[in-house]
C-alpha cells in the first residue's frame, strides 16, 4: 500500500500530461520567426490567455485584443477555434504511468487551468488517456484558478479525499507549493523517470 494513507493521484494537465505552446499553433500561421517571437510576446500573452482559463469566454477576450492589434486580428481569432492545434505530444513516459496506475486501481484525477471553452474538444480528442480519470477540475468551469487553495479544496472535496490521501504533480512550482501548504503531498513534475521513482517510493504499485 502507499505510504500513510495515500491512495490517489492528482494530476496536472499541461506540461505534465501532454506539452503545452503557442508557437506550435502559430509558426504554422507566421512564416518569419522574427514576426512570431514579436507576436507571442507582445499580442498572445500568457496573461492575455490566463483570461480563458479563470473563466472568461474567447469572444470576449480575442474583440478586446483585436482592438488593441487590429492588424492581427485574423491572428487572434485563430486561437480559439484552433487551440487544439497548440497542444504538443504526450510528455514522455508519462500515459505509461497513467495506465499502470489504473491498472493497479489506483484512483486518478487532475486539476487543470485550462478554459471551460477548450477543455471539452481537447477531453474528447483524448478520451483514450482522460476516460482513466474519475474526475477532472477545470478552472475556466469553475472560474478558480491555481494557486488559488480554493480550487484544491473544491478538488478535494469533489473527490471524496482528505489531503493526506492524495499526491499531486504540476510542473508550476507556485501550484506545487499551494497544494503543499494544505497538507497534499505534492511534486515538482521535471520529468517522468524522476515522477515514477517518486511514486514508487510512496508505495504506490508502480515499477521505478
Not at 506540461?15 to 514576426?35: G, N, T
Request: no cysteine.
Amino acid at each position: 500500500m502507499p505510504e500513510g494513507n495515500k491512495t490517489a493521484v492528482i494530476f496536472d494537465v499541461g506540461r505534465v500530461l501532454y506539452d503545452w505552446d503557442p508557437r506550435i499553433l502559430y509558426e504554422r500561421l507566421i512564416d518569419d520567426d522574427r514576426a512570431l517571437d514579436a507576436f507571442l510576446r507582445d499580442v498572445v500573452t500568457i496573461d492575455w490567455h490566463f483570461q480563458h482559463d479563470a473563466g472568461r469566454d474567447f469572444a470576449d477576450t480575442s474583440a478586446e485584443l483585436a482592438v488593441l492589434h487590429p492588424q492581427h486580428a485574423a491572428l487572434i481569432a485563430a486561437w480559439g477555434p484552433r487551440f487544439n492545434e497548440s497542444i504538443g505530444p504526450a510528455i514522455a513516459g508519462m500515459h505509461d504511468i497513467v495506465r499502470d496506475l489504473d491498472a493497479a486501481d489506483v484512483p486518478l484525477y487532475a486539476i487543470t487551468n485550462f478554459s471551460h471553452e477548450f477543455w471539452p474538444p481537447f477531453r474528447a480528442q483524448e478520451s483514450h488517456l482522460f476516460d482513466r480519470f474519475r474526475d477532472i477540475v477545470v478552472s475556466g468551469a469553475e472560474k478558480i484558478v491555481k494557486p488559488d487553495a480554493a480550487i484544491y479544496r473544491l478538488a478535494l472535496d469533489r473527490f471524496g479525499l482528505r489531503a493526506d490521501e492524495a499526491v499531486f504533480v504540476d510542473d508550476n512550482a507556485a501550484n506545487v507549493a499551494a497544494a503543499q501548504a494544505l497538507g497534499i503531498e505534492s511534486i515538482l513534475f521535471t520529468d517522468a523517470v524522476d515522477f515514477r521513482a517518486r511514486l514508487a517510493t510512496l508505495g504506490f504499485p508502480i515499477a521505478a
